[in-house]
Nanobody, 121 residues
Framework: QVQLVESGGGLVQAGGSLRLSCAGS????????MGWFRQAPGKEREFVAAIGGTGLSTYYADSVKGRFTISRDNAKHKAYLQMNSLKPEDRAVYLC??????????????WGQGTQVTVSL
């Protein structure tokens, strides 16, 4: 069982940056791939980025490639999402997820509650 808690969301102006954190419980954190997803009001949950257990493999949605960076610190049981050059369309609740396979699909085993990101003009 893995419990995930996101933090770091907030209000930022367009062009600004935020760094989201996802704290995971459990001794097997490094065995899980971690993913970030987002869900805007009235829209489907969509994939943002994912990272393998060792941190060597990463995968991004085209919409965030070059602006967002996913990373992890297994010693701290944390995953991060550095978001730069934020746009109003990045506004959403951001959720982290843990799963056995690096994937852009929603088939992750564990999910956090999410943290709100709002981007103003």
């Amino acid at each position: 069982q893995v419990q995930l808690v996101e933090s770091g969301g907030g209000l930022v102006q367009a062009g600004g940056s935020l760094r989201l954190s996802c704290a995971g419980s459990g001794r097997t954190f490094s065995s899980y791939a971690m993913g970030w997803f987002r869900q805007a009001p009235g829209k489907e949950r969509e994939f943002v980025a994912a990272i393998g257990g060792t941190g060597l493999s990463t995968y991004y949605a085209d919409s965030v490639k070059g602006r967002f960076t996913i990373s992890r610190d297994n010693a701290k049981h944390k995953a991060y999402l550095q978001m730069n050059s934020l746009k109003p369309e990045d506004r959403a609740v951001y959720l982290c997820a843990a799963g056995r396979k690096l994937s852009s699909s929603k088939n992750y085993d564990y999910w956090g509650q999410g943290t709100q990101v709002t981007v103003s003009l």
